[in-house]
């Protein structure tokens, strides 16, 4: 969504839950950290909450010379800087479903193969004008629970406004309003071909 940046994203916050508007985003907070702290924390948590179609992107891992691979594998790649989770998948051709690597080692920053070439589907920090709408709503409310607590130590009102971002307990932090931008987002996400190519079932039945 265009216009939007983490101080207008915390304002708005604000203004739903009856707090004042910030100035700047590195004063501390009564709690010690400060509101740009508190946003980079729970911004982070949301991205990696879920397989947001808009913050993946697939990237070329480096392959790194004169560094000595693990026992059994050829080479070593440098993994994103910038992903918040472990990657997703790991693949010698993104447009083949077919090519998705499983035999490699994460080591710190770095991936260990065998294959010279290879490409990473990663988590990434992207910015609010490439949220989703529904994601924005969410998020909004999830700062206002936070900011609620690190400025007026609400412990009552966070809790409330985290059972309507996340929902109840059951639902694992699926339903509320997190569990409409997934469903948002599931629905106008590309289906996946299923894999076959090394599938054994399929070599079986069509005798590869």
């Known amino acids: 969504m265009a216009g939007l940046d983490p101080l207008i994203l915390c304002n708005r916050a604000c203004a739903r839950v009856g707090l004042d508007p910030f100035q700047t ?3 501390d907070l009564p709690g010690g950290q400060s509101a740009g702290l508190v946003y980079a924390g729970l911004i982070d948590f949301l991205l990696g909450l879920y397989p947001w179609s808009w913050a993946r992107t697939t990237r070329r891992l480096s392959r790194l010379a004169n560094v000595q691979a693990f026992a059994g594998f050829s080479h070593v790649f440098q993994l994103p800087a910038d992903r918040l989770n472990p990657p997703e998948k790991i693949t010698m051709s993104p447009a083949d479903p077919d090519a998705v690597v499983t035999n490699f080692v994460l080591e710190d920053d770095r ?7 290879l490409y990473a ?3 990434y920090a992207v910015p609010p004008s490439r949220w989703s709408s529904s994601f924005v709503e969410a ?3 999830a700062l206002g629970a936070e900011l609620i607590m690190a400025i007026a130590a609400n412990e009552k009102k966070r ?3 985290r059972r ?7 639902e694992q932090m699926r339903g509320g309003l997190i569990g409409v931008a997934i469903q948002a987002d599931a629905y106008g996400s590309p289906t996946k071909r299923v894999r076959t190519e090394r599938n054994p079932l399929t070599r079986h039945f069509v005798g590869g």
């Open 111 to 117: 991936l260990h193969a065998n294959e010279p070439d």
């Open 121 to 123: 589907r990663v988590a």
């Open 164 to 170: 309507d971002v996340y929902g109840s307990p059951q």
């Open 159 to 161: 809790d409330a406004l």
């Open 25 to 27: 985003l590195d004063d």
């Open 139 to 141: 998020a909004t409310l």
